[in-house]
């Protein structure tokens, strides 16, 4: 039932995308709030159904999963810790390139009109680099200690 709900779901995004394709080609003029309020609402039945197929008849996975797990010899812990570390490497790493970006473009026009103050500059995009290296930091706890 999950397969069927994850092709479904593709069908929907695979159609979304070529009518608005063959729409854009036409020159359509339309709402764009109705039309995302259609795929969205559509999207949602499906991703519903999948929800409660999953929790009433169980996951078609979870046999193949557990053997696996066990035969590694990985308990749900080890698992967490892993995610863990993933999520905070990762959050982080965007958060750094969401502040290099709006601190770089605001440096490169600071620089651009006084050139005294580049070493300010590269400061500042030193300071929001360091958010990574806090994620990692904190990856490796997680991981190690």
């Avoid at 309020?37 to 996951?59: C, D, E, K, Q, R």
Wanted: no cysteine.
């Amino acid at each position: 039932m999950q397969i069927l709900s994850i092709l479904l779901a593709a069908a929907i995004s695979a159609g979304t995308i070529i009518y608005g394709y063959k729409s854009m080609k036409k020159g359509k003029k339309g709402s764009i709030k109705k039309a995302i309020l259609t795929t969205v609402s559509a999207f949602s039945l499906v991703m519903l159904g999948a929800i409660i197929s999953t929790i009433t008849g169980g996951n078609a996975f979870a046999e193949t999963v557990t053997e696996a797990a066990a035969s590694a010899g990985i308990s749900m812990g080890e698992g967490f810790k892993y995610l863990a570390a993933a999520l905070s490497t990762g959050l982080a790493t965007i958060g750094t390139g969401l502040a290099v970006g709006s601190v770089g473009s605001s440096a490169v026009g600071a620089v651009s009109e006084d050139a005294s103050i580049l070493g300010k500059t590269l400061i500042f995009v030193g300071m929001a680099e360091g958010i990574a290296i806090y994620g990692m930091i904190i990856s490796i706890l997680i991981l190690f200690v």
